[in-house]
């Protein structure tokens, strides 16, 4: 790697540079933060479980450690990208390994059950959008929901909605019901399985990427095509003896029916919605609800 030419080359969120290097030297960095990020976000749910008695810190650090698990499936899509395209790609992916709207969305992905990737992008560009409409029939007109319900929970802050009134944003979390623990959530059991079949370390890197190169996830892929290269990555990882014996079936069977398609095609950029769209979209609700065609008949 070139010796630091400025300032800002010196410091952390620098995962770029991981694009000007060798497909190698990619992996070899990958397989070495994996661990680091699981660690990281198994520190962070166990000290959330460890704090019942403060629902808001729990799920303060709750929304941390599944952030660094969404870090760890953006990696893991950099490596199931064929090595044809990675090139390509590994730039803009790297952008969402700092982007909290993206690392948002990719844990909200990890409950979805598309047929296939057209639906999944779908999914993600409704759920991109900057603002939405809410209630029975739309009527209020509200921030994109990841965002705001991250922000909400960490910050005290000043708000306005579409009156103009500015009011203040209490941070609170009182439903402890809600909470996921003691059950681990979704997107960590997936990186656990992944840590446990051995897809972390340096050998397996290399054979999931190559399980996963054969098919290039950028339209019609369905899940079914995603369960069977899972599979295969599966029996080659057990066919090199790296599986933990640790691990169980199910570990085996949330890889090949819960770790979600593989999403280096999709655009996971905040859509700015503005707010005559959102009025006009309003505005189109209401007469559908009430069954006016837009004919004039008197």
């Known amino acids: 790697m070139p010796e630091a030419q400025k300032s800002s080359d010196i410091g952390m969120k620098r995962g770029r540079v991981i694009a000007n290097m060798t497909p190698d030297k990619q992996l070899d960095l990958i397989a070495e933060g994996l661990p680091i990020l699981m660690k990281s976000a198994t520190d962070l749910l166990n ?7 403060h629902s808001r810190a729990s799920k303060i650090l709750e929304g941390h450690a599944l952030e660094e698990a969404a870090k ?10 064929p090595p044809k395209i990675r090139p390509s790609l590994i730039g803009p992916m790297m952008r969402l390994f700092y982007d909290h709207l993206a690392r948002l ?9 598309p047929m296939d990737l057209n639906e999944l992008r779908t999914y993600v560009n409704n759920e991109r959008r900057s603002h939405y409409l809410e209630g029975y029939n739309g009527e209020y007109i509200l921030p994109n929901s ?20 500015p009011i203040w944003s209490e941070p609170s979390y009182d439903d402890p019901e809600s909470l996921t623990f003691p059950q681990y959530p979704t997107p960590w059991k997936t990186c656990e399985a992944l840590q446990t079949v051995g897809a972390f370390t ?13 098919v290039d996830f950028s339209g019609e892929e369905t899940s079914g095509q995603s369960s069977e290269l899972a599979y295969n990555m599966l029996k080659s990882l057990e066919g090199e003896n790296l599986i933990s014996e640790n691990a169980t079936n199910d570990h085996v069977g949330h890889l090949r029916h819960s770790w979600q398609l593989p999403m280096y095609r999709l655009d996971f950029k905040r859509q700015e919605v503005s707010l005559e769209e959102l009025k006009e ?6 007469w559908a609800e ?7 008949y008197y």
């Open 105 to 113: 969305l990719y844990i909200e992905a990890q409950h979805w059950r």
């Open 47 to 53: 000290a959330a479980i460890a704090l019942p008695g």
């Open 72 to 81: 760890i499936l953006i990696l893991m899509d950099i490596v199931r990208c």
């Open 290 to 296: 009430v069954g006016y065609d837009g004919q004039d």
């Open 146 to 165: 990841a965002t705001s319900t991250r922000e909400t929970l960490l910050y005290a802050d000043i708000i306005t909605y579409e009156e103009g009134d």
């Open 281 to 286: 979209q309003r505005e189109a609700n209401f």
């Open 202 to 214: 340096r050998k397996g890197l290399d054979l999931v990427s190559s399980a996963w190169a054969e």
